[in-house]
């Protein structure tokens, strides 16, 4: 999944807009082990300590990127 570009990070912290373009460029992995739109990383828990992202990103925020065409 990987935030759609258009999604406008504007009005977001500092911190929280470097994890939101993160997300645009190189998107995230889903797993269907925890709560919904649950995000994690480097740093444990990233949304309880980016609240705006938890009360603000939306699934329709994301799009599914295709990999099939991708080879090692």
């Known amino acids: 999944m990987r935030l759609k570009a258009s999604f406008d990070a504007n009005g977001f912290p500092r911190q929280s ?3 939101l373009t993160a997300l645009k460029r190189y998107g995230m992995l889903v797993a269907d082990n925890g709560s919904n739109w649950y ?3 480097a740093q444990r828990r990233l949304v309880e300590r980016r609240p705006a992202l938890a009360r ?3 699934g329709s925020d994301f799009e599914v ?3 099939s065409s991708i080879h090692p």
């Open 17 to 19: 807009r470097i994890v």
């Open 39 to 41: 995000i994690t990383g």
């Open 56 to 58: 603000r990103l939306k």
């Open 65 to 67: 990127v295709d990999t």
